[in-house]
């Protein structure tokens, strides 16, 4: 199960354009070149059609998600308490219920489904961020957020429903288009948000509504959030094949999620990724807080030049686990290609403290475009670094635990995983956090610089380890 060489450079010829999005945005693997049926009673063109789908479900899922994102912070401080403390358990509490539900919502998918699975968590989000927007307290903002953080597990889902559906030769550039939906929900629903809560926005949409349905800037980005959300919910329903036959799931019925998670610990091929998933995790997501941070206080960016630079993040983001991820992936191995991003977020994350002194050397394009600084330029080099090593890196990663997972648990192989990258996601902001304001700017960059040094080791190790993530008997005495 190995993406090598031996796939050759007419790995990407399998590729064709998905009329769903505009082919100059979105290309998807073709299910129908290559494969082999696997059991999942999905042929030819329905292959191809699923994949299309699960991308879409997962894009208007993150839509939802990024929709809340310029607005959390506000929002949370129109209530009493609602300090910057409050508003970081807030992202706290969204994480830890994923790494709660992400291994429990991938084992139910294993036996139940996939499809059920993922119309059951949407519409879990559909009340999520209704309820967001109808909050009149600070604890129905912690409810809502748990409960959608809680659907946000579904994640492990769509990964191992594309893991159902491809050959394992093509499932890294499969899974890269799931990270590239993820991309994209954040490069547009931070900007839908924005407009939404525009004054202009709220005054025309409370000439619509009855005047029961409370109408603010905060109320309307949720609300099209849980509208996104919903889409999602009959796109699932009505367009989704299921890819799991009663066979396959039942041949898991009796193995716990506990008893799937101490396996994979004890599995030497999974237990070097699990680990590596944690520090990636861990450290990218404590320099993601602390990058707006960061550019406020050294570059007195605002909050909407920071935003420009988020954007610019996530369209690189996108055209690297859209396109370059399956180029690379049909040239290279998955332990190759992840040692590469490994090293290019150490190099970056590293390098944002330099950002400021890489860009005195560098020349002035103000006159070929306006707003070049070499100040710019060179923050600019840096932050291409980070993108670029994160979206390879995820992607390799998934499918590294996609290749040492059996067939019948890919979805609780890659709930596990994606619930330590949860765990992590919860600690990693607040220390992070706590380095910049008590220690220094630089500390965070360089600690996560630091950190994600060990995953060189631990991916470099799997090169020699092939073991495969397999479901144990269970213990008769225990069976249900």
Do not use: K
Not at 153 to 180: H, M, W
Not at 249 to 277: C, D, K, M, N, Y
């Amino acid at each position: 199960m190995r993406i090598g060489s031996g796939v050759g450079r007419d790995g990407m010829d399998v590729v064709r354009t998905v009329r769903t999005f505009p082919s100059a945005l979105i290309r998807l693997p073709d299910a129908e070149a290559g494969m082999t049926d696997t059991g999942t009673g999905i042929t030819g063109s329905r292959r191809r059609r699923g994949l299309a789908v699960v991308f879409f479900v997962v894009f208007l899922d993150l839509l939802g998600f990024g929709i809340i994102i310029p607005i959390l912070p506000y929002y949370t401080r129109t209530f009493p308490g609602g300090t910057e403390f409050v508003i970081g358990l807030l992202a706290a509490s969204y994480s830890a219920m994923q790494f709660v539900f992400a291994p429990l919502l991938g084992s139910l998918s294993d036996r139940v489904g996939r499809r059920p699975v993922l119309v059951v968590s949407l519409c879990g989000s559909v009340v999520a961020w209704t309820v967001f927007g109808l909050a009149d307290a600070l604890w129905l903002l912690f409810l809502s957020r748990m409960l959608a953080g809680a659907m946000g597990g579904n994640l492990s889902t769509a990964q191992a429903y594309v893991a159902d559906v491809t050959p394992p030769e093509r499932r890294a550039a499969a899974l890269g288009f799931i990270g590239a939906a993820f991309g994209l929900g954040f490069i547009f629903g931070p900007g839908i948000g924005a407009v939404l809560s525009f004054d202009a926005t709220v005054a025309a949409v409370a000439g619509l509504l009855p005047a029961a349905v409370p109408i603010s800037r905060f109320s309307i980005p949720s609300f099209a959030a849980a509208a996104a959300s919903l889409a999602g919910v009959f796109v699932a329903l009505f367009f989704l094949p299921e890819s799991r036959t009663a066979s396959t799931s039942t041949t898991i019925e009796r193995t716990s999620g506990i008893t799937q998670l101490r396996t994979a610990v004890a599995t030497p091929g999974l237990r070097p990724l699990l680990a590596a998933f944690f520090l990636v995790s861990f450290a990218f997501s404590g320099v993601q807080v602390m990058f707006v941070p960061y550019v406020a206080d050294i570059y007195g960016y605002t909050a909407a030049q920071s935003a420009l630079l988020l954007t610019y993040i996530g369209v690189v983001a996108v055209i690297t686990q859209g396109v370059l991820v399956g180029r690379l992936s049909a040239r290279y191995s998955p332990v190759r290609l992840s040692l590469f991003g490994t090293g290019l977020l150490v190099v970056g994350v590293g390098a944002i403290p330099a950002s400021r002194a890489i860009g005195s050397v560098l020349p002035d394009l103000t006159a070929l475009v306006p707003f070049l600084t070499a100040d710019l330029l060179g923050l600019l080099l840096v932050l291409t670094l980070l993108p670029l090593g994160n979206g390879i890196l995820s992607v390799t990663l998934t499918a590294l635990v996609s290749q040492r997972a059996s067939a019948a648990v890919q979805g609780s192989a890659f709930g596990i995983t994606q619930g330590a990258g949860s765990l992590a996601r919860t600690v990693g902001p607040p220390v992070m956090g706590g380095l910049y304001f008590a220690v220094g700017y630089w500390s965070p960059f360089v600690a996560g610089s630091v950190l994600l040094l060990p995953v060189l080791w631990l991916v470099s190790r799997l090169g020699v380890t092939q073991e495969a993530y397999e479901p144990r008997p269970a213990d008769p005495g225990h069976a249900r």
